[in-house]
């Protein structure tokens, strides 16, 4: 529900109304239009009738919101949401490139592909400490290991780090390492690790699953934002079709939708989408035309000898390629 105020409403009118949303555990955020101000409402608003709010004085009246979605969309939030992170930002016109490795695997390796993507122009650094990986036999990830080597990185580099957490076993040491915890495509309905990471109050990458549709990307980033935290990112990294050339089939039509759904930013994941390297700068310059807010690269200094999804990754050289033809293709949308 959207309760909308009458003009002119005071401050000391409205207090009495957020006490009892949150005797009620109701979420409520205040909306700012041109000329109407209004707060909106998230959560089980079954408790309270309608009366009950019309009984307040600065009350004009009251608007049912139909998507489930209420703090990712944009009935409550009509304005693009932009997040600063540890000196770089993201969404509302901001451009981000997050890069480097699936996996973390040894200091030698991440220090040189931090230093490269960074060189190339790269705002945040990826890499993997968990991996979930399909066999039970292939190379999970160096685990506490790998976040250290990614502070590290992040010391030498200066770019935040963005790692996937597995486990709510470990949410202490991604809320201590950590700045963007990153929820992967095979936990995107994992409820209670949601609900958990956003209790962290830490931006959230969230992926969307590999069969999932748009509603339900909104609707498990509406659990991360219950949880508490305000900075969800949404990430398009292919999802399963009958198709095989490719790894996954990216869906470039989920950025404008996205966009249009909800006040999240949206990047583009073109190396899982495609998994082939080759792939990766064309639909990184789709995605960028497309009106994403940013890309994820996986980049490797030796992706023949890559432990973990070395096909798919783009080496130093060809990162920096793709990020000046990028650059490109942003001065080519912004003038049209």
């Known amino acids: 529900m959207i309760i909308i105020l009458k003009p002119d409403t005071a401050e000391k009118e409205i207090v ?13 955020q205040e909306i700012m239009g041109e000329t109407t101000r209004m707060i909106g409402m998230a959560g089980d608003t079954s408790s309270i009738s309608e009366d009950s709010i019309l009984c307040f004085s600065c009350v004009e009246r009251i608007m049912r919101v139909q998507e489930p979605y209420k703090l990712a969309g944009r009935k409550f939030h009509p304005e693009d949401s932009g997040y600063d992170i540890e000196g770089k930002r993201i969404g509302d016109g901001a451009f981000a490139v997050i ?17 490269a993507v960074k060189d ?45 957490i597995m486990s709510v076993e470990f949410l202490d040491a991604f809320a201590e390492s950590v700045d963007v915890v990153q929820i992967g495509a095979r936990n995107m309905q994992n409820f209670t690790l949601l609900s958990q990471v956003g209790g962290l109050r830490k931006p959230v990458l969230l992926k969307r699953g590999l069969s999932s549709t748009i509603e339900e990307l909104l609707m498990a980033a ?5 949880g508490g935290s305000g900075e969800v990112i949404l990430c398009e990294r ?35 989408a495609t998994g082939y390297w080759y792939y990766v700068e ?19 200094n030796n992706p023949e000898a890559a432990l973990c999804d070395g096909a798919q990754s783009v080496t130093p050289q060809v990162f920096q390629r793709i990020m000046d033809k990028v650059g490109r293709v942003r001065e080519a949308v912004a003038d049209g």
């Open 222 to 226: 509406e659990y991360v934002m219950a």
């Open 120 to 164: 190339a122009g790269a705002t945040f650094l990826r890499g993997g400490a968990f991996k979930p990986r399909t066999s039970p036999y292939a190379f999970k990830g160096l685990g506490l290991n790998g976040l250290e080597l990614l502070l590290m990185a992040k010391k030498a580099t200066g770019l935040p780090i963005v790692s996937e």
């Open 282 to 300: 064309p639909m990184a310059l789709a995605a960028t035309a497309a009106g994403a807010d940013g890309l994820v690269v996986e980049v490797h």
């Open 238 to 272: 292919g999802i399963r079709t009958f198709e095989t050339a490719t790894r996954n089939t990216l869906d470039v039509s989920a950025v404008p939708v996205l966009k249009a759904k909800s006040h999240l930013p949206v990047v583009v994941d073109p190396s899982h």
């Open 16 to 28: 009495p109304i957020y006490r009892m949303l949150e005797e009620n555990r109701i979420i409520a």
């Open 99 to 115: 890069a480097g490795p699936c996996s973390v695997e040894s200091e030698e390796q991440i220090m040189a592909v931090a230093t």
